[in-house]
């Protein structure tokens, strides 16, 4: 069944096409394959939709009970048992020769309850439609990818509360640098992720206006309480323009982006956990849940769960690329390039979620040993900064510090020695005032942590500070979500 065909040609009736049906053509511009995951909205609109066409009295009131019964008849054929609240549906709707899953629902429609379905779309389009499912996707979904990264959240601080006084090698253009707590590290991740939970929020209230009643691009023409559908819909308003609200997918690409950051952020995550974790390291180990083994090698305990997390993030950032690329031509109002919309949207955000998931338990689950971290931090010279602090507290000024220190470090870096192996008179032939406090600044990165006790810094009272900020958040995030 088609929901155009009076305007178009019999087969074998126009001159210029010996037949009306292409099944190329046919299998290219199909969306039920992808937008069968729209079901139950599409659903829940129609039902919302003929009771607003039943109040404009378009429809008789007996003809709204068999239209909504037909439709629950529907739902409840469609939707999977004990799934709870989520909108999920069985599979064996999965093959059909619809075009879109607004024709499925039609022709569904019409096998349950008749002629009477052909009512169904009056005042409507699939235009305003499909925009209104795919927001209220958007505004359920969210909810699933703010609660799998509340779980990574959780993860994250329970590793930094269990090694509180851990320090480890802080690094910039991956060579040592300075000291840190291993819990500050963590804490950095926890901060982006807390702003992908806020960006989350925001592109949920931005996606919180109803499409419906602009119809196919002008506006409907009956007169529908467009407030009410809303609020039986659930949103908290209006589009105020029926061209924009039938063209705009703003809210996908906005979701899109937050997805891809949080790709991102995953990515670095899983990054440092596969350096950090290889030997050459061994900061960290994976449980051997989510590890692999090599089928040659069998030494092998690879990080793949990490690497695909990595892989798939390069998949997420590309979707945005492709939607701006596919809205940035458009005249207004609807084209059918829109459609090529939901595929990006829901593979992003259900690779996003799952990969939430993944990173969790990888951290929950992961090894840490505190006794490498610390020392890879005896190494690498990482007090050099506090040594020419100290010089310069002394009246030096920082520049000649600095070159003091850095001759110093050359000379240890040349006989294969660490600050801890120097004796006074090698340390005086680089830096003529070295003393023993200066020797324990040398040799002591807790010293050099405890000193970064700034808002923000890696003190161990500023850290401590912070996670106790932290749980208490994370613990308010929790309760927003039941
Ligand atoms: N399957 C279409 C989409 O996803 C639905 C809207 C079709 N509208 C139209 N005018 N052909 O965008």
């Given amino acids: 069944m088609k929901l155009w065909g009076g305007r178009f040609a019999r087969a074998g009736r126009d001159p210029h096409f010996d037949s009306h049906f292409d099944p190329h053509f046919e299998k290219f511009s199909e969306s039920f394959s992808v937008d069968q995951r729209l079901i139950l909205y599409d659903l829940r609109v129609n039902q919302a939709w003929v009771k607003a066409l039943g109040r404009a009295r378009v429809l008789r009131p007996a003809e709204v009970r068999r239209l909504a019964r037909g439709l629950e008849a529907i739902r409840a054929s469609v939707e999977a048992p004990s799934t709870g609240r989520r909108m999920t549906f069985r599979r064996n709707v999965s093959t059909s020769s619809s ?11 019409e096998k349950e309850i008749g002629p009477l379905a052909r009512k169904l779309r009056t005042g409507r389009s699939r235009n305003d439609l499909v925009a209104t499912e795919t927001r209220l996707y958007v505004k359920s979904e969210i909810p699933n990818l703010r609660r799998a990264a509340l779980e990574l959240l959780e993860a994250l601080l329970d590793q930094a509360r269990r090694h509180s006084g851990v320090v480890m090698p802080g690094y910039t253009h991956l060579q040592p640098a300075q000291p840190v707590l291993f819990s500050h590290y963590l804490l950095a991740y926890y901060e982006m992720l807390l702003r992908d939970w806020d960006r989350w929020e925001d592109c949920r209230s931005r996606a919180d206006e109803l499409p419906l009643g602009a119809g196919a691009l002008a506006g409907t023409s009956y007169p529908l309480e467009r407030a009410r559908l809303a609020r039986e819909l659930g949103f908290a308003r209006v589009a105020r323009n029926s061209v924009d609200a039938t063209s705009d997918r703003d809210f996908v690409a906005e979701l899109l982006f937050a997805c891809a950051l949080a790709m991102v952020h995953l990515s670095r995550l899983a990054e440092d956990l596969i350096i950090f974790s290889s030997p050459g390291f061994g900061y960290f180990e994976l ?3 989510y590890s692999t083994g090599s089928s040659i090698m069998p030494q092998k305990k690879n990080p793949d769960s990490l690497e695909l997390i990595r892989g798939k993030a390069a998949g997420v950032v590309g979707k945005v690329a492709g939607m701006l690329a596919l809205l940035k031509g458009l005249p207004l109002a609807y084209n059918r390039d829109l459609q090529e919309d939901k595929a990006a949207l829901f593979a992003a955000v259900e690779t996003t979620r799952d990969s939430l998931v993944l990173a969790a338990r990888v951290v929950a689950t992961l090894r840490i040993h505190p006794e490498r971290m610390k020392a890879a931090t005896n ?3 990482l007090t050099a900064t506090d040594l020419a602090d100290e010089l310069a507290q002394r009246g030096v000024p920082f520049a000649e510090a600095h070159e003091q220190v850095g001759k110093l470090v050359r000379y240890c870096a040349d006989h294969g020695k660490t600050f801890r192996d120097l004796s006074v008179a090698d340390a005086r032939r680089f830096i003529p005032r070295w003393d023993p406090k200066l020797q324990t600044v040398a040799t002591s990165p807790e010293r050099a942590i405890e000193r970064r006790n700034v808002v923000g810094g890696t003190a161990p009272a500023q850290v401590a500070r912070r ?15 039941v």
């Fill in 99 to 109: 075009e879109d899953v607004h024709t499925w629902v039609e022709e569904r429609l």
């Fill in 287 to 289: 449980a051997d849940t």
């Fill in 379 to 381: 190494q690498g010279f």
């Fill in 467 to 481: 996670l106790r900020q932290a749980q208490r958040t994370v613990a308010k995030l929790r309760r927003q979500l």
